[in-house]
Protein backbone atom coordinates (compact mmCIF):
# COMPACT_ATOMS: atom_id res chain seq x y z
CA UNK A 1 0.00 0.00 0.00
CA UNK A 2 2.75 2.03 1.28
CA UNK A 3 4.70 1.60 -2.09
CA UNK A 4 1.81 2.04 -4.33
CA UNK A 5 1.30 5.60 -2.92
CA UNK A 6 5.35 6.21 -3.78
CA UNK A 7 4.62 5.45 -7.59
CA UNK A 8 1.37 7.30 -7.40
CA UNK A 9 3.20 10.40 -6.29
CA UNK A 10 6.05 9.77 -9.19
CA UNK A 11 3.77 9.83 -11.67
CA UNK A 12 2.21 13.65 -10.37
CA UNK A 13 5.51 14.66 -10.49
CA UNK A 14 5.61 14.10 -14.09
CA UNK A 15 2.34 14.71 -15.77
CA UNK A 16 2.87 18.41 -13.41
CA UNK A 17 6.69 18.69 -15.97
CA UNK A 18 5.23 17.63 -19.00
CA UNK A 19 3.03 20.24 -18.48
CA UNK A 20 5.29 23.16 -18.20
CA UNK A 21 4.76 23.33 -14.33
CA UNK A 22 2.09 23.41 -12.48
CA UNK A 23 0.52 26.33 -10.26
CA UNK A 24 0.33 29.42 -12.00
CA UNK A 25 1.59 29.21 -15.73
CA UNK A 26 2.81 32.14 -18.40
CA UNK A 27 0.45 32.07 -21.57
CA UNK A 28 2.49 31.77 -24.01
CA UNK A 29 3.92 35.31 -25.89
CA UNK A 30 2.98 35.04 -29.65
CA UNK A 31 6.01 36.09 -32.02
CA UNK A 32 6.49 40.12 -32.82
CA UNK A 33 4.79 40.93 -36.34
CA UNK A 34 6.95 43.83 -38.14
CA UNK A 35 4.66 46.40 -39.64
CA UNK A 36 6.93 46.75 -43.04
CA UNK A 37 5.04 49.92 -43.83
CA UNK A 38 6.69 51.63 -40.74
CA UNK A 39 10.04 50.60 -42.30
CA UNK A 40 12.11 53.36 -43.87
CA UNK A 41 13.13 51.90 -47.76
CA UNK A 42 16.81 51.79 -48.52
CA UNK A 43 17.73 54.99 -50.49
CA UNK A 44 18.09 54.46 -54.48
CA UNK A 45 21.10 56.55 -56.23
CA UNK A 46 18.81 58.95 -58.45
CA UNK A 47 19.11 58.23 -62.38
CA UNK A 48 21.65 60.62 -63.82
CA UNK A 49 19.02 61.86 -66.94
CA UNK A 50 19.93 61.50 -70.15
CA UNK A 51 21.49 64.80 -72.32
CA UNK A 52 18.87 66.35 -74.28
CA UNK A 53 19.97 66.42 -77.71
CA UNK A 54 20.17 69.88 -79.48
CA UNK A 55 16.94 70.24 -81.64
CA UNK A 56 17.58 71.29 -85.16
CA UNK A 57 14.86 74.22 -85.62
CA UNK A 58 13.09 73.44 -88.77
CA UNK A 59 10.78 76.17 -90.72
CA UNK A 60 8.16 75.18 -93.02
CA UNK A 61 8.82 75.97 -96.67
CA UNK A 62 12.58 76.95 -95.89
CA UNK A 63 16.01 75.97 -95.50
CA UNK A 64 19.38 76.88 -94.12
CA UNK A 65 21.45 78.50 -97.03
CA UNK A 66 24.49 76.60 -97.49
CA UNK A 67 26.10 80.14 -98.40
CA UNK A 68 25.40 82.23 -95.03
CA UNK A 69 23.51 79.59 -92.81
CA UNK A 70 20.24 82.07 -93.05
CA UNK A 71 16.78 80.57 -93.57
CA UNK A 72 15.55 81.47 -97.35
CA UNK A 73 13.09 79.36 -99.31
CA UNK A 74 13.77 75.79 -99.79
CA UNK A 75 12.97 76.23 -103.53
CA UNK A 76 16.40 77.75 -103.76
CA UNK A 77 17.81 74.56 -102.03
CA UNK A 78 19.25 73.13 -105.43
CA UNK A 79 19.50 76.31 -107.51
CA UNK A 80 23.79 77.39 -108.04
CA UNK A 81 24.73 81.07 -107.28
CA UNK A 82 26.29 83.37 -109.63
CA UNK A 83 29.15 85.04 -109.45
CA UNK A 84 28.82 88.74 -111.10
CA UNK A 85 32.05 90.69 -111.84
CA UNK A 86 31.31 94.37 -110.19
CA UNK A 87 33.70 97.15 -111.31
CA UNK A 88 35.69 99.37 -108.49
CA UNK A 89 36.38 102.49 -110.22
CA UNK A 90 35.33 105.38 -108.73
CA UNK A 91 33.51 106.20 -111.47
CA UNK A 92 31.38 102.94 -111.50
CA UNK A 93 29.73 104.13 -107.95
CA UNK A 94 27.24 104.20 -106.58
CA UNK A 95 27.35 100.13 -106.72
CA UNK A 96 23.62 98.40 -107.30
CA UNK A 97 22.59 95.04 -105.52
CA UNK A 98 25.86 93.87 -103.59
CA UNK A 99 23.96 93.82 -100.43
CA UNK A 100 21.96 90.97 -101.77
CA UNK A 101 25.31 89.23 -102.63
CA UNK A 102 25.55 86.17 -99.67
CA UNK A 103 29.71 86.56 -100.10
CA UNK A 104 31.81 89.46 -101.41
CA UNK A 105 35.46 89.21 -103.17
CA UNK A 106 37.62 92.02 -102.99
CA UNK A 107 41.05 91.17 -104.94
CA UNK A 108 43.49 93.12 -106.89
CA UNK A 109 42.56 93.51 -110.99
CA UNK A 110 45.68 94.58 -111.72
CA UNK A 111 48.65 95.77 -111.33
CA UNK A 112 48.43 99.15 -112.93
CA UNK A 113 45.80 102.18 -112.27
CA UNK A 114 47.38 101.74 -108.35
CA UNK A 115 46.29 98.47 -108.39
CA UNK A 116 42.84 98.95 -108.59
CA UNK A 117 40.63 96.33 -107.19
CA UNK A 118 37.49 94.26 -108.29
CA UNK A 119 34.77 92.79 -107.07
CA UNK A 120 33.14 89.07 -107.22
CA UNK A 121 29.42 89.10 -106.21
CA UNK A 122 28.38 85.36 -104.93
CA UNK A 123 24.62 85.20 -105.53
CA UNK A 124 22.04 82.76 -104.75
CA UNK A 125 18.87 83.98 -105.12
CA UNK A 126 19.69 85.80 -108.51
CA UNK A 127 16.42 86.20 -108.99
CA UNK A 128 15.17 89.19 -106.75
CA UNK A 129 18.09 91.08 -108.91
CA UNK A 130 16.48 94.29 -110.06
CA UNK A 131 19.64 95.37 -110.85
CA UNK A 132 23.20 94.56 -110.20
CA UNK A 133 26.44 96.11 -111.35
CA UNK A 134 27.95 97.81 -113.16
CA UNK A 135 29.57 94.76 -114.35
CA UNK A 136 33.47 94.59 -116.09
CA UNK A 137 36.12 92.00 -117.33
CA UNK A 138 36.90 89.05 -115.67
CA UNK A 139 40.24 87.70 -114.70
CA UNK A 140 41.86 84.21 -114.19
CA UNK A 141 41.68 84.00 -110.56
CA UNK A 142 38.26 84.57 -110.92
CA UNK A 143 37.65 80.87 -112.79
CA UNK A 144 40.09 79.84 -109.72
CA UNK A 145 37.62 80.58 -107.28
CA UNK A 146 33.79 80.38 -108.79
CA UNK A 147 33.89 76.67 -108.99
CA UNK A 148 34.40 76.40 -105.82
CA UNK A 149 30.38 77.10 -105.57
CA UNK A 150 29.51 75.71 -108.72
CA UNK A 151 28.43 79.47 -109.42
CA UNK A 152 27.99 80.87 -113.28
CA UNK A 153 30.35 83.90 -113.79
CA UNK A 154 28.50 86.88 -115.23
CA UNK A 155 31.23 89.42 -116.63
CA UNK A 156 31.92 91.46 -119.73
CA UNK A 157 35.02 90.31 -121.50
CA UNK A 158 38.05 89.60 -120.42
CA UNK A 159 41.83 89.51 -121.74
CA UNK A 160 43.06 86.18 -123.57
CA UNK A 161 44.89 84.88 -120.50
CA UNK A 162 41.12 83.31 -119.64
CA UNK A 163 40.44 81.50 -122.61
CA UNK A 164 42.71 78.42 -121.17
CA UNK A 165 39.87 78.02 -118.20
CA UNK A 166 37.17 78.52 -120.28
CA UNK A 167 38.16 75.16 -121.73
CA UNK A 168 37.67 73.66 -118.37
CA UNK A 169 34.13 71.62 -118.20
CA UNK A 170 33.46 73.27 -115.12
CA UNK A 171 33.95 76.23 -115.89
CA UNK A 172 30.38 78.32 -116.44
CA UNK A 173 30.16 82.00 -117.08
CA UNK A 174 27.98 84.25 -119.42
CA UNK A 175 30.02 87.33 -121.21
CA UNK A 176 28.39 90.84 -122.39
CA UNK A 177 24.93 91.18 -123.90
CA UNK A 178 23.20 92.56 -120.22
CA UNK A 179 21.14 95.66 -120.20
CA UNK A 180 22.95 99.07 -120.92
CA UNK A 181 21.34 101.90 -118.40
CA UNK A 182 21.80 105.77 -119.41
CA UNK A 183 23.69 106.99 -116.34
CA UNK A 184 25.23 110.07 -117.69
CA UNK A 185 28.51 107.85 -117.81
CA UNK A 186 31.11 105.97 -120.26
CA UNK A 187 29.63 103.73 -121.70
CA UNK A 188 32.15 101.06 -119.73
CA UNK A 189 29.66 102.09 -116.87
CA UNK A 190 26.73 101.68 -118.24
CA UNK A 191 26.07 97.44 -117.97
CA UNK A 192 24.24 96.10 -115.54
CA UNK A 193 22.36 92.76 -114.65
CA UNK A 194 18.25 93.59 -114.88
CA UNK A 195 14.98 91.60 -113.81
CA UNK A 196 14.61 88.82 -115.54
CA UNK A 197 17.99 88.36 -118.04
CA UNK A 198 19.77 86.13 -115.58
CA UNK A 199 16.61 83.25 -116.72
CA UNK A 200 16.71 83.82 -120.45
CA UNK A 201 20.83 83.77 -120.07
CA UNK A 202 20.97 80.51 -118.80
CA UNK A 203 18.49 78.85 -121.22
CA UNK A 204 19.91 80.91 -123.95
CA UNK A 205 23.32 79.04 -122.91
CA UNK A 206 21.73 75.62 -122.07
CA UNK A 207 23.23 75.91 -118.65
CA UNK A 208 21.21 74.25 -115.75
CA UNK A 209 19.80 76.42 -113.55
CA UNK A 210 20.93 73.99 -110.70
CA UNK A 211 23.56 72.57 -109.26
CA UNK A 212 25.78 70.38 -111.76
CA UNK A 213 28.20 67.02 -111.30
CA UNK A 214 31.11 69.72 -110.64
CA UNK A 215 29.21 70.82 -107.75
CA UNK A 216 32.04 70.15 -104.37
CA UNK A 217 29.63 70.33 -102.41
CA UNK A 218 28.91 72.55 -99.27
CA UNK A 219 31.12 75.36 -99.00
CA UNK A 220 31.64 76.41 -95.06
CA UNK A 221 31.31 75.07 -91.73
CA UNK A 222 28.64 77.40 -89.76
CA UNK A 223 28.45 77.51 -85.81
CA UNK A 224 24.69 77.05 -84.54
CA UNK A 225 22.36 80.81 -83.87
CA UNK A 226 22.08 79.51 -80.34
CA UNK A 227 25.92 79.20 -80.17
CA UNK A 228 27.62 81.36 -82.02
CA UNK A 229 31.77 81.55 -83.03
CA UNK A 230 33.14 84.07 -79.73
CA UNK A 231 36.89 84.54 -80.92
CA UNK A 232 37.88 85.90 -77.59
CA UNK A 233 37.85 82.04 -76.45
CA UNK A 234 41.39 81.86 -78.85
CA UNK A 235 44.20 82.27 -77.22
CA UNK A 236 45.51 84.08 -80.14
CA UNK A 237 42.53 86.22 -80.57
CA UNK A 238 43.10 90.01 -80.82
CA UNK A 239 40.59 92.80 -80.40
CA UNK A 240 39.61 93.77 -84.12
CA UNK A 241 37.01 96.86 -84.91
CA UNK A 242 38.55 97.91 -87.85
CA UNK A 243 40.05 95.96 -90.87
CA UNK A 244 41.59 98.39 -93.15
CA UNK A 245 42.70 96.94 -95.73
CA UNK A 246 45.89 97.75 -98.10
CA UNK A 247 44.07 98.65 -100.91
CA UNK A 248 46.08 102.23 -102.20
CA UNK A 249 43.65 103.12 -105.25
CA UNK A 250 39.81 102.78 -103.20
CA UNK A 251 40.87 102.60 -99.47
CA UNK A 252 38.95 99.92 -98.41
CA UNK A 253 37.92 99.36 -94.53
CA UNK A 254 35.54 98.01 -92.66
CA UNK A 255 34.29 99.36 -89.69
CA UNK A 256 32.71 97.05 -86.49
CA UNK A 257 29.27 97.68 -85.37
CA UNK A 258 28.36 96.00 -82.02
CA UNK A 259 24.74 97.25 -82.22
CA UNK A 260 24.30 94.27 -85.45
CA UNK A 261 27.33 92.37 -84.83
CA UNK A 262 28.65 93.14 -88.58
CA UNK A 263 31.46 95.09 -90.23
CA UNK A 264 30.08 97.81 -92.46
CA UNK A 265 32.34 98.72 -95.87
CA UNK A 266 33.45 102.08 -96.67
CA UNK A 267 35.76 102.83 -99.93
CA UNK A 268 37.17 106.22 -101.27
CA UNK A 269 36.19 107.74 -97.92
CA UNK A 270 32.47 106.92 -98.03
CA UNK A 271 30.00 104.34 -96.56
CA UNK A 272 29.05 101.94 -99.35
CA UNK A 273 25.39 102.16 -99.85
CA UNK A 274 23.15 100.35 -101.95
CA UNK A 275 20.64 102.47 -103.58
CA UNK A 276 19.23 99.10 -105.42
CA UNK A 277 17.73 98.36 -101.60
CA UNK A 278 17.01 101.26 -99.83
CA UNK A 279 20.61 102.96 -99.40
CA UNK A 280 21.76 99.77 -97.11
CA UNK A 281 25.24 100.01 -96.14
CA UNK A 282 27.13 96.84 -97.12
CA UNK A 283 27.81 94.86 -94.28
CA UNK A 284 28.88 91.32 -93.73
CA UNK A 285 29.31 88.87 -90.03
CA UNK A 286 32.93 87.55 -91.26
CA UNK A 287 35.90 88.88 -93.13
CA UNK A 288 38.35 86.63 -94.38
CA UNK A 289 41.84 87.64 -95.65
CA UNK A 290 43.78 85.82 -97.83
CA UNK A 291 47.71 86.28 -98.11
CA UNK A 292 48.53 85.17 -101.49
CA UNK A 293 51.30 85.82 -104.09
CA UNK A 294 50.87 86.76 -107.50
CA UNK A 295 52.09 87.27 -110.93
CA UNK A 296 51.99 89.90 -113.89
CA UNK A 297 51.71 88.77 -117.19
CA UNK A 298 52.51 91.74 -119.46
CA UNK A 299 52.88 95.06 -118.52
CA UNK A 300 49.58 96.28 -118.95
CA UNK A 301 49.26 95.24 -115.46
CA UNK A 302 47.01 91.51 -115.83
CA UNK A 303 48.01 89.19 -113.55
CA UNK A 304 46.87 86.29 -111.28
CA UNK A 305 46.56 85.21 -107.99
CA UNK A 306 48.62 81.91 -107.36
CA UNK A 307 45.52 80.06 -104.97
CA UNK A 308 45.89 76.67 -106.64
CA UNK A 309 48.01 73.88 -105.16
CA UNK A 310 48.57 76.74 -102.10
CA UNK A 311 48.57 75.01 -98.23
CA UNK A 312 49.92 76.50 -94.99
CA UNK A 313 49.90 80.52 -95.98
CA UNK A 314 48.63 82.81 -93.92
CA UNK A 315 45.77 84.37 -93.27
CA UNK A 316 43.00 86.22 -90.44
CA UNK A 317 39.69 85.13 -89.50
CA UNK A 318 37.34 88.20 -87.91
CA UNK A 319 33.71 88.27 -86.60
CA UNK A 320 32.63 90.12 -83.55
CA UNK A 321 34.68 92.80 -83.25
CA UNK A 322 37.91 90.09 -82.98
CA UNK A 323 40.20 88.31 -84.88
CA UNK A 324 42.54 85.50 -85.35
CA UNK A 325 45.20 84.13 -87.11
CA UNK A 326 44.24 81.43 -89.81
CA UNK A 327 46.14 79.46 -92.49
CA UNK A 328 44.63 78.48 -95.98
CA UNK A 329 44.72 75.81 -98.82
CA UNK A 330 43.55 75.28 -102.23
CA UNK A 331 44.13 72.31 -103.84
CA UNK A 332 42.04 72.79 -107.08
CA UNK A 333 39.61 75.48 -108.83
CA UNK A 334 36.64 72.86 -107.67
CA UNK A 335 38.31 72.22 -103.97
CA UNK A 336 36.64 75.04 -101.28
CA UNK A 337 39.13 77.35 -100.19
CA UNK A 338 39.45 75.58 -96.65
CA UNK A 339 40.89 78.23 -93.47
CA UNK A 340 42.50 76.59 -90.36
CA UNK A 341 43.21 77.75 -86.57
CA UNK A 342 46.84 77.69 -85.44
CA UNK A 343 45.29 74.42 -84.12
CA UNK A 344 45.11 72.88 -87.52
CA UNK A 345 41.38 73.03 -86.81
CA UNK A 346 38.77 74.43 -89.62
CA UNK A 347 37.29 77.26 -89.00
CA UNK A 348 33.32 77.72 -87.84
CA UNK A 349 31.19 80.92 -89.61
CA UNK A 350 28.90 82.71 -87.95
CA UNK A 351 25.40 83.07 -89.84
CA UNK A 352 25.53 85.76 -92.10
CA UNK A 353 27.10 87.64 -95.25
CA UNK A 354 31.25 86.83 -95.62
CA UNK A 355 33.55 89.34 -97.22
CA UNK A 356 36.99 87.76 -98.46
CA UNK A 357 39.67 90.05 -99.42
CA UNK A 358 42.99 88.36 -101.12
CA UNK A 359 45.56 90.67 -100.42
CA UNK A 360 49.08 90.24 -102.56
CA UNK A 361 52.06 89.07 -100.11
CA UNK A 362 53.75 92.48 -101.06
CA UNK A 363 51.19 94.70 -99.34
CA UNK A 364 50.75 92.13 -96.24
CA UNK A 365 52.47 93.77 -94.04
CA UNK A 366 50.40 97.10 -94.83
CA UNK A 367 46.89 95.36 -93.53
CA UNK A 368 45.74 96.96 -90.22
CA UNK A 369 43.87 94.91 -87.90
CA UNK A 370 42.78 96.77 -84.95
Given at each position: MKQKTILLLLSAVLACTSLAGCGSKEEPTAPAVTDISDQAEPEEEPEEEPEEEPVEEVREGMYRSEL??????????????????????KTALQHFGLTQADIVYEMMNSTANGEITRFMAIVKDWGKITQFGSIRSVRPTNFMIAPEYNAV??????????????????????????????????????????????????????????????Y????????????????????????CTLVDLPFGH???QLD????????????YGMKHTDPANDNKQLAFTNILIQNATHKQYDSNGYMQFNIIEQSGRS???????????????KGHDMDPTRFYDMDGNLITLNTGKT??????DTRWKELVLN
Open positions: TNEWIDESLQSQRPVAIMVDNEVVHDGGPYYIDAFLKNPWVYHLSGGFKRINNGKSREFTEYVTTGELESRFKSAGYSTEYTEYPGAHWQFASEANPVDLSEASDSIDNGSYDAASNTYLYSEGYYVTGGKAIPVTWSYIALVS
